[in-house]
């Protein structure tokens, strides 16, 4: 199936066998939500929350957090301190190599905000805000909330707030920043939202596809969420894969399948595949002993990899080094600009993987990369700068060969044309 909204060529598609939860054909209406059992009235807030608890379903934004864990701490933050809690639906897709987000906004923003209010009713919120950057999926959720008027909300306020696209704008952090006045920047923890979060208040910030999966628990509960997936990952996610020379697609796939199987799907024969820039380009490089793992929080976090928020950039001709060096140079063009440690390392680290592309480092330098792999992360009040220690020591870890024919200055794929890209396997779409 396909759609026009979030690109004019994307592709949306379902693993074989396994019944769609949050993708469809063509953009929602509230009518037709409504009919098909959207904004149903939530009984018992406490009971749903322990539901979510049992479904384990694990934050989709990119750190794998279980959402049960969040919603109890904003709630007993809460209830202490005697506030109501304020809740971010978190739309901000900072990995240009992501695309979903987006087209849940821009196609099923029914879905998205039947999950702000459960998630609200689940911590007693009286405040919620949708924050993203793109404009289509503002007007989307305007008009949605405009279709279906306030009474399915129980009263309760509900603002689009949006900010200028960046990677560091996604944070938590930062979404509360913004909302409260300030730039979209990262700020140091603790505190954490849950305890001073959006005008001081406990609040919740939750990735856009954390909270669709919340229509689904309530009306079909936790054993059947958990139905498909792993045990320790339980449930349907959104992948969105580029590269290997095939246009981008949004796949709705139960956690745990394995890679070679989606890329098979893909269309990829296994035998091209050099590596994955894997979780967007947070989790680093993976060569093609990745094609043995399965796409689930704790095979891949085993791996030394991560599955972050769903993004997969398949390397087939392009050069690891090359994409680390564009990966690299993205990180220190998009830091915050608040950390040194952070602002000087992603400069420093992009300086050196740009002269290994092209032939100009030396050992020394590279043996520095690795040094700052072991001293940097954890410096800064994001994870920008482990992101960029995740992809230089991923590169040095898992394409040695490649570093060691750059120093050479034998790389063939380089010689005749290295891969440039100012945001390396960006989904970049058309604005409707």
Known sequence: MTTTAARPDIT????????????????????TYIAEGGYRALADADAFLQEVERSGLLGRGGAGFPLGVKLASVRAAAARRGRDAVVVANGEEGEPASVKDRWLLRNRPHLVLDGLRLAAAAVAASR?????????????????????????????AISV?????????????????????????????????????????????SNVETLANLPYLQQHGAAAFRSAGTALSPGTFLATVTGGGRPPVLYELPHGIAVSELLQLHGIPLDQVRGLLMGGYFSGLLN???????????????????????????LTDDCPVAVAASVLAYFGRENAGQCGSCFNGTAARAAVAEALRDGAATAEEVERLQRWAGVLPGRGACGTLDGATNVAASLLIRFPESVAEHLDGACATCRGGAFRAERPYAVEEATP
């Open 12 to 31: 949306v598609a379902a693993w074989p066998d396994c019944a769609l939860r949050l993708l469809r054909d063509g953009v929602e209406d509230g009518a």
């Open 128 to 156: 919620a805000y949708v924050y993203v950057s793109d404009p289509a999926a503002a007007r989307s959720i305007e008009h949605a909330l405009a279709e279906v008027g306030t009474e399915v909300f129980a009263g309760m």
């Open 161 to 205: 707030f949006t900010v200028d696209a960046g990677y560091v704008a996604g944070e938590e952090t930062a979404a509360v920043r913004a909302i409260n006045g300030g730039p979209a920047k990262p700020t140091d923890k603790p505190p954490r939202p849950y305890q001073h979060g959006v005008a001081q208040r406990p609040t919740l910030v």
């Open 288 to 314: 093609r002993e990745a094609l043995d793992a399965t796409l689930d929080h704790e095979t891949l976090r085993a791996g030394g990899s991560g599955l972050g928020c769903g993004a997969m950039a398949v």
